[in-house]
Each structure stands twice: as structure tokens, then as C-alpha cells.
């Protein structure tokens, strides 16, 4: 079975910083695209930033300039520095991933349980 796991989240006043964490774990062959979403309450999930397996970065225009989408092939791990953080930003975040389970099974996407994000103005 394949698990995203994220950590990181918290409380924080504005104008802080955060670093969100998202291991893959279980039978992985291999990792494609790797995101982070987020979820307010009453709203959409919307995507926050997107990182393909050659490190092509994708950034929704609220957080450009403010966070950082990266990963590490050999950790299954991908990251998300949040800098600059507004009350807006406040919101559930889930990490995605494509994850090919094995040589034989093709790419399936999975979503990790979420971790709570709070910037106090």
C-alpha cells in the first residue's frame, strides 16, 4: 500500500514562515508529478504548486514569490516552503503525488490526509 504523509503544519502569525514535509511510503517503483493543494473552509481544494519528476515547478499566482515547491528522489519526500504567510493562506493542506506502484501496474495518484495550516493576523 502506498501512504503520503505530511507534516509540518501549524500555527503561525503573518509575515512567518513554514516548511511542509510529504514522504511516500509502501511499494513504489516510481514518483512522477509531485503537488501541494489546500482547502479553506467553504472553498474549492485549489492547487498551490506542482513539481514533475525533472523539477518543473508550477505555482499558483496567489503564492508565487512567497513559496517554494521541491523534493528529494531519494527521500520520496517532496517539500513546500512558505514564506511570507497571510491570513489568507490559512487552509488544509494535502500533498499529491503519481506514484507507479510497480514495473507492472500503471500510475495511480494519491492524496495524503492533510495537515492544518493557521496564519493569525
Same mark, same amino acid.
Given at each position: 500500500q502506498v501512504q503520503l504523509v505530511e507534516s509540518g503544519g501549524g500555527l503561525v502569525q503573518a509575515g512567518g514562515? #513554514? =516548511?511542509l514535509n510529504c514522504a511516500a511510503s509502501g511499494s513504489?517503483?516510481?514518483i512522477n508529478d509531485m503537488g501541494w493543494y =489546500?482547502?479553506?473552509?467553504g472553498n474549492q481544494r485549489e492547487l498551490v504548486a506542482t513539481i514533475s519528476g525533472a523539477d518543473s515547478t508550477k505555482y499558483a499566482d496567489?503564492?508565487?514569490? =512567497?513559496? &517554494?515547491?521541491?523534493r528529494d528522489n531519494t527521500k520520496k519526500t517532496v517539500y513546500l516552503q512558505m514564506n511570507? #504567510?497571510?491570513p489568507e493562506d490559512t487552509a488544509v493542506y494535502y500533498c499529491n503525488a503519481d506514484i507507479k506502484p510497480s514495473f507492472y501496474r500503471r500510475i495511480y495518484n494519491y492524496w495524503?490526509?492533510? &495537515?492544518?495550516? &493557521?496564519?493569525?493576523?
Open positions: 514562515s #513554514l =516548511r513504489i517503483f516510481s =489546500r482547502q479553506a473552509p496567489s503564492v508565487k514569490d =512567497r513559496f &517554494t515547491i521541491s511570507s #504567510l497571510k495524503g490526509q492533510g &495537515t492544518q495550516v &493557521t496564519v493569525s493576523s
